[in-house]
């Protein structure tokens, strides 16, 4: 079975611009969860979808927005872009009704803001 | 202050050593700890994960929870070059997806180095 695939991989954009990222998770995982993982923040929680709603967010601001397709993809946008906002985006992914720890993460997609 | 406490190191330590990892935390509520590893332009793997106090074991890895310290460990035995990572602890008050959804805190993560 395939694994969490991301993309891109890489990203240079420069401050001011908006990003999309998309995610697709685990063939008939409905959930999909996106982090930001800084240095010195390590992972944090941005959101998550399930059947294409969000479930909960984390305390990012509104430029960070994300949506779910039918068939379980996600994208995660950016707008305005700050320099701040240079990270690792990991999306994580897993099955209905499975325990919080039995999440699958992708790869990620390492985002560099000038 | 964090919820969750980790040493970002770097930790290096020589091939075979007995390596432990460590991180504390605040919220009394926790009561599932998962430890992550996570190589170089990957995304984090669960190693392991444990419900309140106690070990456990798998394999070269032990899992330590200390629920009246806020301290929770990982152990490495006969360390191997394969082991470097960064090596993520996580938290979480429950294990399913409850109104509020995902609840995982995370460290910021230890990077280890096991050298030849």
């Known amino acids: 079975k395939a694994g969490v695939t991301q993309t891109p991989r890489y990203l240079i954009k420069t401050r001011g611009q908006q990003v999309t990222l998309s995610c697709s998770p685990i063939?008939?995982?409905?959930?999909v969860s996106w982090y930001q993982q800084t240095p010195g923040q390590g992972l944090q929680f941005l959101f998550e979808y399930f059947s294409e709603t969000q479930r909960n967010k984390g305390n990012f601001p509104g430029r960070f927005s994300g949506r779910q397709f039918s068939n379980s993809r996600s994208e995660m946008n950016v707008s305005t872009l700050e320099l701040g906002d240079s990270a690792l985006y990991l999306c994580?992914?897993?099955?209905?009704?499975?325990?919080?720890?039995?999440?699958?993460f992708g790869p990620g997609t390492r985002l560099t803001v000038t | 202050q964090k919820e969750v406490e980790q040493d970002p190191g770097p930790l290096s330590v020589p091939e075979g050593a007995i390596v432990s990892l460590n991180c504390t935390y605040s919220n009394s509520a926790f009561q599932y700890f998962m430890w992550y590893r996570q190589y170089s332009r990957k995304g984090p793997e669960l190693l392991m994960y444990?419900?309140?106090?106690g070990n456990k074991e798998d394999g070269r890895f032990t899992a330590q929870v200390d629920k009246s310290s806020k301290y929770i460990s990982l152990f490495i035995r006969d360390s191997q070059p394969s082991d470097s990572a960064t090596y993520l602890c996580?938290?979480?008050?429950?294990?399913?997806?409850?109104?509020?959804?995902?609840?995982?805190?995370f460290g910021t993560g230890t990077q280890l180095k096991v050298e030849l």
């Open positions: 996580a938290m979480s008050a429950t294990t399913r997806l409850t109104g509020g959804g995902n609840k995982l805190t």
């Open positions: 444990t419900y309140s106090s």
């Open positions: 063939s008939g995982h409905r959930s």
């Open positions: 994580a992914s897993r099955s209905t009704g499975s325990s919080i720890y039995e999440q699958y």
